[in-house]
């Protein structure tokens, strides 16, 4: 009952409803002067998204941090974000919605450690363009959102927006490479590996946090597996489990709906008392002291 109450306080039914029913792919056109602007509540979706802001200023919380994007910022949001629009006056932006599926059917796939690495740690997941690349990319966004109107029944239209859709990815992955904020990508045996290890990690965290336990999985020792996530993400393992564990206890934490003792059942670990200790050990404070400076109404 909790978690059914959890996922409908941090999750966008509509949103997701209509991402399905166009195909895993959406561009939106937003104003904070429409009525239905977007939702004051706190939501998580399990879609990608990129977001342009064309006008004004927009105030947000991503994973609980406070952001504030300006006008020509780009904002790129990975799957099972947390993130709460607060009151935002006289804003205009821009917005590209694609879930998994949409990337697999085309036959898209994201390096899943090089992600990790560009969008996980603090800025790095928006930056500021030039007059001239906010040209470039609104230009690139206003395309494909006009494809994405035009009529199904038209010509090879799949095609076309799909085409308008990796000109959009492929000028962004540019404009990282230009302002020296993005590796290039890469396949190659260590990339491979780590994106075998996250996938494996994002399934299994909540009930498995043991670097050995995926290094079995993976076939290789748990030595190697960290050398290997290092080098990757720059980070080992083990820090890459405990910052998913914690992202996930935050977020079960900072709603009402679960009290600490439920939030650590909820997350495998053997009473309330150990997870209290790692807890404090990743972050500094207390549950019950996170808890009550980041609550969330219901």
Same mark, same amino acid.
């Given at each position: 009952?909790?978690?059914?109450?959890?996922?409908?306080?941090?999750?966008?039914?509509?949103? /997701? /409803?209509?991402?399905? %029913? =166009?195909?895993?792919?959406?561009?939106?056109?937003?104003?904070?002067?429409? *009525?239905?602007?977007?939702s004051s509540e706190p939501f998580?979706?399990?879609?990608?998204? %990129? +977001?342009l802001i064309t006008k004004g200023?927009?105030?947000?919380?991503?994973?609980?941090?406070?952001?504030?994007? =300006?006008?020509?910022?780009?904002?790129?949001?990975? *799957?099972?974000?947390?993130?709460? +629009?607060? /009151? =935002?006056?006289?804003?205009?932006?821009?917005?590209?919605? #694609?879930?998994?599926?949409?990337?697999?059917?085309?036959?898209?796939? #994201? =390096?899943?450690?090089?992600?990790?690495? &560009?969008?996980?740690?603090?800025?790095?997941?928006?930056?500021?363009?030039?007059? @001239?690349?906010?040209?470039? +990319?609104?230009?690139? &966004?206003?395309? !494909?959102?006009?494809?994405?109107?035009?009529?199904?029944?038209? *010509?090879?239209?799949?095609?076309?927006?799909?085409?308008?859709?990796?000109?959009?990815?492929?000028?962004?992955? !540019? !404009?990282?490479?230009?302002?020296?904020?993005?590796?290039?990508?890469?396949?190659?045996?260590?990339?491979?590996?780590?994106?075998?290890? %996250?996938? !494996?990690?994002?399934?299994?965290?909540?009930? @498995?946090?043991?670097?050995?336990?995926?290094?079995?999985? %993976?076939?290789?020792?748990?030595?190697?597996?960290?050398?290997?996530?290092?080098?990757?993400?720059?980070?080992?393992?083990? /820090?890459?489990?405990?910052?998913?564990?914690?992202? @996930?206890?935050?977020?079960?934490?900072?709603?009402?709906?679960?009290?600490?003792?439920?939030?650590?059942?909820?997350?495998?670990?053997?009473?309330?008392? #150990?997870?209290?200790?790692?807890?404090?050990?990743?972050?500094? +404070?207390? *549950?019950s002291e996170y808890k009550l400076?980041?609550?969330?109404?219901?």
């Amino acid at each position: 009952m909790q978690q059914q109450l959890l996922d409908k306080t941090f999750s966008e039914k509509s949103h /997701e /409803e209509a991402l399905s %029913l =166009n195909g895993g792919l959406m561009a939106k056109i937003h104003h904070s002067s429409d *009525p239905h602007y977007c939702s004051s509540e706190p939501f998580r979706i399990s879609s990608y998204a %990129l +977001i342009l802001i064309t006008k004004g200023k927009m105030n947000l919380r991503i994973n609980f941090v406070e952001h504030v994007l =300006n006008q020509r910022d780009i904002l790129l949001i990975f *799957p099972q974000a947390i993130y709460e +629009i607060r /009151e =935002n006056s006289d804003v205009s932006f821009i917005s590209i919605h #694609f879930n998994k599926s949409y990337l697999k059917t085309r036959g898209v796939f #994201f =390096n899943t450690g090089e992600a990790y690495r &560009m969008f996980q740690d603090g800025p790095k997941h928006k930056f500021s363009l030039s007059k @001239e690349d906010y040209t470039f +990319i609104y230009y690139d &966004m206003l395309a !494909l959102h006009k494809k994405l109107n035009t009529s199904k029944d038209t *010509p090879q239209i799949k095609n076309i927006v799909h085409n308008s859709f990796l000109e959009l990815l492929y000028d962004l992955f !540019l !404009l990282k490479n230009k302002q020296k904020d993005a590796v290039p990508l890469v396949h190659d045996s260590k990339t491979e590996l780590t994106n075998r290890f %996250l996938s !494996l990690v994002s399934e299994h965290f909540r009930k @498995e946090k043991r670097v050995i336990y995926y290094a079995n999985c %993976l076939r290789i020792t748990p030595r190697h597996l960290s050398q290997v996530v290092k080098q990757v993400t720059d980070r080992t393992a083990g /820090e890459v489990i405990d910052e998913i564990v914690i992202r @996930e206890a935050k977020l079960l934490l900072t709603s009402h709906v679960m009290n600490i003792s439920e939030v650590a059942m909820a997350l495998h670990f053997s009473n309330s008392s #150990f997870f209290g200790k790692y807890f404090k050990k990743q972050t500094g +404070i207390t *549950p019950s002291e996170y808890k009550l400076s980041n609550n969330i109404a219901v």
